[in-house]
Each structure stands twice: as structure tokens, then as C-alpha cells.
């Protein structure tokens, strides 16, 4: 799996947008970009992911660059229950070995303000 | 519709005991997969299983520890002998399928504490 680079912190003032970047460069194109978040100790919450275009859901925005190199995971009002570690993992396609296996690095804990 | 469901949620045990910490997936879900993560530590994949099989046991220690994900009823991870390193936060996650394009759901978490 290709490996991310994220910051290792982050501040977000409460009800404004947290925009958080990841870069992976070496991303295959078969490579899907994945977020999760781990509230303090919880397991870790599946958050969105995609291939090549942005996607949206209830929880948040992704947005690939055209390249596929970095990614940026937006939550459009952050509250202080967003409060986290948020890892971005990239996967390969396919339906064995690695595949299978959620390489987590060291995240970006993003602390909301009040 | 039930998430991941593990337990106990927490566990004590005196080194040279024997440790189960169960997993019940998500409904409809047949691949597990457990995860470690030591104090202060990022989480490390263990093994995936499918029902009845064991597909990828890349990340558990040779010794002492075994997983079994059976035809009926929870995925088991066992750890036979405990030592004090063994103490950390398990979690398992489940998906419906293999490959990346399915996400995988994790459970609370069992924390395993080793006196």
C-alpha cells in the first residue's frame, strides 16, 4: 500500500469547516483513499473513501486532487465531538493480501475548539 | 442493525492465564479481521479470517496467539500464557466482502490487562 503523509496535529474552532490534508503520492491508480477517525480509546470509525472522484456523505467531504496524489477530508461544522485522530489509508485494489489489511500510520489529531 | 459486537469489553488476567476475546460481526458480514493496539501505539492488523478459514495471519505473533472464526457463532482471538506485553486494546472489525472497495466496521474494542 502506498504510504500517507499527514500532520501530526491540527486546530478547528467549533462550527467552522476542518479541512484535512493527506499526501500519497506514490497512490497507484487502483488505490482507493480511505478515512477513519478514533475517538479517544473507541475503535476506530469508518468515516468515507473513494477511487478517483470527491465524495460526500452524511459525516464528511473528500476531495481527491486530479493528480490522485492528495486528498483533503473536509467536516463541513466541527463540533468538540470531532475531536479525534483521523488516519488516511490508501488500498489496493483487488480481493487479496494486502487488500485486506488497514495499514493505519500515526494520524492527525485534530482538536475542535470551543 | 447491530454494529461489531465484542466481549468483554474489558478483561483482567494474571500472566500465564489464557485470554478470549470474542467478535461478532455485523449482520450479513462473513470477513473479520482483528487489530492490536499497544499503549501509546497505532493499531497493527493481526489476522483476517473468512468463515472457517484463516486468509491472512500476516500480523500475529508466532507463538501463543490463534484465532478461529467458526461455521456458527463468534470469531475467537486466544491468547494462551499471557505476559504484561500482551496488554493492549483488540478490535475487531468486520465487511461484508473481501477487497478495498468494501469498508470495514469496527467494534468497541476489548482491553486486555495483563497483573
Known amino acids: 500500500d502506498a504510504k500517507t503523509t499527514q500532520p501530526p496535529s491540527m486546530d478547528c474552532a467549533e462550527g467552522r469547516a476542518a479541512n484535512l490534508p493527506c499526501n500519497h503520492s506514490?497512490?497507484?491508480?487502483?488505490?482507493?483513499v480511505y478515512w477513519y477517525r478514533q475517538i479517544h480509546s473507541q475503535g476506530p470509525q469508518y468515516i468515507i473513501h473513494?477511487?478517483?472522484n470527491n465524495e460526500t456523505n452524511e459525516m464528511a467531504s473528500l476531495i481527491i486532487t486530479e493528480d490522485r496524489k492528495s486528498s483533503t477530508l473536509i467536516l463541513p461544522h466541527a463540533t468538540l465531538r470531532d475531536t479525534a485522530v483521523y488516519y488516511c489509508?490508501?488500498?489496493?485494489?483487488?480481493?487479496?493480501?494486502?487488500?485486506?489489511?488497514?495499514?493505519f500510520g500515526t494520524g492527525t489529531l485534530l482538536a475542535v475548539q470551543p | 442493525n447491530a454494529g461489531v459486537m465484542q466481549n468483554p469489553r474489558h478483561l483482567v488476567r494474571r500472566r500465564g492465564q489464557e485470554a478470549r476475546l470474542r467478535c461478532s460481526p455485523m449482520?450479513?458480514?462473513?470477513?473479520v479481521y482483528w487489530y492490536r493496539q499497544l499503549p501509546e501505539e497505532g493499531l497493527k492488523f493481526m489476522v483476517y479470517?473468512?468463515?472457517?478459514?484463516?486468509?491472512?495471519e500476516s500480523g500475529m505473533p508466532k507463538e501463543r496467539f490463534s484465532a478461529e472464526f467458526p461455521k456458527e457463532g463468534p470469531s475467537i482471538l486466544r491468547i494462551q500464557q499471557v505476559v504484561r506485553g500482551d496488554s493492549a486494546a483488540y478490535f475487531c472489525?468486520?465487511?461484508?466482502?473481501?477487497?478495498?472497495?468494501?469498508?470495514?466496521?469496527f467494534g468497541p474494542g476489548t482491553r486486555l490487562t495483563v497483573t
Open positions: 472489525a468486520s465487511s461484508p466482502r473481501a477487497g478495498a472497495v468494501y469498508e470495514q466496521y
Open positions: 506514490t497512490i497507484s491508480g487502483n488505490e482507493y
Open positions: 473513494g477511487l478517483k
Open positions: 489509508i490508501v488500498r489496493v485494489e483487488g480481493y487479496g493480501g494486502a487488500t485486506n489489511k488497514l495499514i
Open positions: 449482520k450479513g458480514h462473513s470477513h
Open positions: 479470517l473468512q468463515k472457517e478459514n484463516i486468509i491472512d
